[in-house]
C-alpha cells in the first residue's frame, strides 16, 4: 500500500524555495521562447508566493501579455481588468490601456501594418468600440505616454473602419429595398464619422434611399452635400446614375 501511494504522488515542485528573483528571470525567458503556458504557469507562482508588492503587479501584467500572444483574448482581457481593478493608480497603467486597446484590436490577427489586407467593416464591432475606448482613454488620460502615438494611429483606422462597418450594413439593407434602415443607418455614418472617407458612400446611399422612399426634397439635400464634400467622387463623375449595378462595380 505504502509503494502504491508513493507511486501516484504529485511530483515536487522544482520551483520550490525559488527567489521572485529567479521565478521571473525563468518567466521572462519562456516568454522570449514563445513558451506563453510555462510562462503563465511560473508567473502565477510568483504571484501566489509574494503577492505583495512589484513582483506581484509586474507578473499581472505578463500574464495578460502572455494570454494575449497566446491568442487567449477573453483571459488576456479578465487579466487586465483585474490588474486596473487592483491598481487603479499604477506608473504603468497607460501599458495596461495600451494592452488593452491592443487585445481587441487585434482580435483575429496582425499589427496595423498589415491590416491593408484585412475587412473589418463587415465583422462584429465591439471589439473595434472596445479597443477605440482603451485608446481614446490612454490618449486623454496620458498625453504624453509613449504608447500614446500608436494608439493614436490606431484610433483613425478604427474609425475608418467603423464607419465603414455601418455603411456596409446600409448598403446590405438598400439592396434588400429596406431604404428606411438604409438612410437610418447612413445619417448614423454621417453623423458619427464626419471626418472618414466611408462618409462619401453613406451620403450616396441616403440620396439613393430618399429617391427610392419618393422624397425628393431631403434627397437633393443630401446630393448638395454630396456634391460639396467630394466634388471629384467617383459617384458623381457621369452623375448619379439610375443603375444600381454601377455603384456596386465602385464600390465592391
Not at 446590405?172 to 438604409?182: D, F, I, P, Q
Request: aromatic share 12%; glycine share 4%.
Amino acid at each position: 500500500m505504502s509503494l502504491a501511494a508513493c507511486s501516484t504522488a504529485d511530483p515536487p515542485d522544482p520551483t520550490l524555495g525559488w527567489t521572485p528573483e529567479r521565478l521571473y528571470a525563468e518567466a521572462k525567458d519562456e516568454l522570449g521562447s514563445g513558451n506563453w503556458d510555462a510562462a503563465i504557469k511560473l508567473l502565477q507562482k510568483l504571484e501566489a508566493r509574494y503577492p505583495f508588492g512589484l513582483w506581484a503587479q509586474q507578473a499581472q501584467l505578463d500574464i495578460a501579455w502572455a494570454h494575449f500572444k497566446d491568442g487567449e483574448r477573453a483571459q488576456s482581457l479578465a487579466a487586465i481588468d483585474r490588474f486596473m481593478k487592483l491598481h487603479p493608480n499604477h506608473p504603468s497603467l497607460d501599458y495596461a490601456l495600451y494592452l488593452k486597446g491592443l487585445v481587441n484590436f487585434n482580435e483575429q490577427q496582425g499589427l496595423l501594418a498589415t491590416l491593408g489586407s484585412q475587412d473589418l467593416s463587415e465583422r462584429d464591432q465591439a471589439a473595434a468600440r472596445e479597443s477605440f475606448d482603451a485608446f481614446r482613454e490612454l490618449a486623454t488620460r496620458f498625453p504624453e505616454s509613449k504608447y500614446t502615438p500608436d494608439a493614436t494611429a490606431r484610433m483613425k483606422y478604427l474609425v475608418n473602419a467603423m464607419a465603414s462597418g455601418q455603411v456596409h450594413v446600409a448598403r446590405y439593407y438598400y439592396r434588400r429595398g429596406a431604404y428606411v434602415a438604409a438612410a437610418n443607418r447612413a445619417q448614423e455614418v454621417v453623423r458619427q464619422y464626419q471626418q472618414a472617407p466611408a462618409v462619401e458612400e453613406a451620403l450616396y446611399i441616403l440620396v439613393r434611399s430618399y429617391d427610392k422612399l419618393g422624397l425628393p426634397t431631403m434627397r437633393d439635400d443630401a446630393e448638395r452635400v454630396l456634391r460639396r464634400n467630394f466634388p471629384d467622387s467617383a459617384l458623381l463623375s457621369q452623375g448619379l446614375p439610375e443603375d444600381d449595378r454601377r455603384w456596386w462595380q465602385i464600390w465592391r
